[in-house]
């Protein structure tokens, strides 16, 4: 299929201007508690986002434990279709309301902004009323399991406003919630990848960010171990401006900072993208590695995954072009993109633009988006670019 890039490719900048395999997890379940996390966990954090952060752990591993319940038990009746035909799952409604929920119970001085991407439509239809009852019995579930709410049993009702407190439409002023209840619902579908993610934004720009991977092995992933379970899953990883990125098992085991990888030569980097080809040009992505000598075969996982996995080191690069007429939306990079960054990792556009979180729920952007560290981006830059020119070429 011809790719119209007719457009002139911006000239790349010199400066940054901020700081084929198939993945197939088979996981042995495991129930799992909401970690207690001590002073001295929290004290990794900026001091003035102590309190959001702690929430925010709490709601985002509250929401994988109920992801993990509905994914062991899937049926068929679990999953409805959205009007762009993506599919949407009780756990995707769930997971929103319920850290709708705690992040407001766990906040209350605060004003309450998220900016989410499900919302309510559907299940206040009639043909909508089972998949309600189910939601709502879920998070009830949870919520009773997690003990620290008392008797707070939500209705219907209830549930329904949690989830349409995502609608908020976030901006460059005020403090924002971004979230992605079930960032990668196909690879939830499958068995396979998927993410909680959580970010926070202050007056435009990215200062927290949570990522809850439940099928995310604690080891490293690798090309030549891909098909292969290593060790326990289940990662949680977090981030707050200024303070690095943190990573612990999802059931609150001893913290472990991370960094992206350190390599500089390409021929010994590997690259994820996409596992579904619909959300991201595998041609494209394969030209721009071939120009810049990755011998590796891409790893290609659903969800911002691949960010908590890039920014421990277990790849060196990340490609996503996404066909064209498509619009980034926040919640897609958020959490990600703060996790990457505070690791030491660099997140740009297709031109080298830092990406801006401030202008609502879309992002605008050149083109694609590419993630690596501060050695390799320049190269990778220019290997984006030839590969970008050669395919305008191409279509002429």
């Given at each position: 299929m011809a790719i119209n890039l007719l457009r002139t490719v911006p000239k790349v900048q010199t400066s940054i201007t901020s700081k084929p395999s198939t993945f197939l997890f088979f996981t042995t379940r495991r129930s799992f508690s909401v970690p207690s996390y001590s002073p001295v966990a929290l004290a990794v954090c900026s001091m003035s986002y102590e309190k959001e952060l702690a929430a925010a752990k709490k709601a985002a591993s509250l929401a994988a434990r109920l992801c993990q319940k509905v994914q062991k038990g899937l049926l068929q009746s679990d999953v409805q279709s959205k009007s762009d035909r993506s599919p949407v799952t009780v756990a995707d409604y769930g997971s929103q309301a319920l850290v709708s929920f705690v992040l407001e119970r766990e906040l209350p001085s605060e004003p309450f902004s998220l900016v989410a991407e499900e919302d309510s439509g559907d299940l206040r239809k009639e043909s909508g009323q089972e998949t309600l009852h189910r939601v709502t019995e879920l998070v009830n579930e949870i919520l009773s399991s997690e003990g620290s709410y008392g008797a707070s049993t939500l209705t219907a009702d209830d549930v329904l406003r949690a989830i349409d407190n995502g609608k908020s439409e976030g901006g460059p002023t005020g403090q924002h919630w971004v979230?992605?209840?079930?960032?990668?619902?196909?690879?939830?579908?499958?068995?396979?990848?998927?993410?909680?993610?959580?970010?926070?934004?202050?007056?435009?720009?990215?200062?927290?960010?949570?990522?809850?991977?439940?099928?995310?092995?604690?080891?490293?992933?690798?090309?030549?171990?891909?098909?292969?379970?290593?060790?326990?899953?289940?990662?949680?990883?977090?981030?707050?401006?200024?303070?690095?990125?943190?990573?612990?098992s999802l059931t609150g085991s001893t913290l472990t900072k991370v960094s992206v990888s350190a390599t500089e030569n390409p021929e010994e980097a590997s690259f994820f993208e996409s596992y579904e080809t619909a959300h991201s040009l595998h041609d494209l992505t394969s030209s721009i590695a071939q120009k810049l000598g990755v011998k590796a075969p891409p790893v290609r996982i659903d969800s911002q995954a691949k960010y908590g996995a890039l920014s421990r080191g277990d790849g060196a690069i990340y490609l996503r072009f996404p066909h064209k007429g498509y619009r980034e939306k926040i919640w897609d990079h958020a959490a990600g993109c703060i996790v990457v960054t505070e690791a030491g990792g660099v997140v740009t556009d297709a031109a080298g633009n830092a990406l801006d979180f401030s202008r609502g729920r879309y992002l605008d952007l050149y083109k694609g988006i590419i993630v690596t560290n501060q050695r390799l981006m320049p190269s990778l830059l220019k290997a984006v670019q030839e590969a970008l020119q050669q395919t305008a070429s191409s279509t002429l």
């Open positions: 979230l992605d209840p079930i960032d990668g619902t196909k690879g939830f579908l499958r068995g396979d990848q998927y993410a909680i993610a959580l970010a926070l934004l202050d007056d435009g720009k990215v200062v927290l960010g949570i990522l809850a991977c439940p099928n995310l092995p604690l080891e490293p992933i690798r090309s030549n171990n891909q098909h292969s379970l290593v060790g326990d899953v289940g990662c949680l990883f977090f981030s707050t401006v200024g303070a690095g990125t943190y990573m612990q």
